[in-house]
């Protein structure tokens, strides 16, 4: 079982910086691939990026690759994702995943096993 708490959202205008964490408990933490989503209202969650649980792979949708950047720390249990050069169509409501099944790092929301509750990211212009 893990258990996920996203922090580090807010208000930002066009062109700033975020980084957002996700500070995870229980025991398994360190062989889950972590991933991060959002949703827009009105909209369905979409993938933003993963990690695999040694950081060793990572993977973005298109439409952040370049400006956002998936990182963790297993010794404290936590993944993050900076985001740069924010847009307006950046915000959303962003939520951290983990990934129970080894060896491999889905952008498929369905394949994720744990979800936190996820923080607003609200970019203006």
């Known amino acids: 079982q893990v258990q996920l708490v996203e922090s580090g959202g807010g208000l930002v205008q066009a062109g700033g910086s975020l980084r957002l964490s996700c500070a995870a408990s229980g025991r398994s933490f360190s062989t889950n691939a972590m991933g991060w989503f959002r949703q827009a209202p009105g909209k369905e969650r979409e993938f933003v990026g993963a990690?695999?649980?040694?950081?060793?792979?990572?993977r973005y949708a298109d439409s952040v690759k370049g400006r956002f950047t998936i990182s963790r720390d297993n010794a404290k249990m936590t993944v993050y994702l900076q985001m740069d050069s924010l847009k307006p169509e950046d915000t959303a409501v962003y939520f951290c995943?983990?990934?129970?099944?080894?060896?491999?790092?889905?952008?498929?929301?369905?394949?994720?096993?744990?979800w936190g509750q996820g923080t607003q990211v609200t970019v203006s212009s």
């Open positions: 995943a983990a990934d129970r099944a080894l060896f491999r790092v889905p952008m498929n929301p369905r394949e994720y096993d744990y």
């Open positions: 990690i695999s649980w040694d950081g060793g792979s990572t």
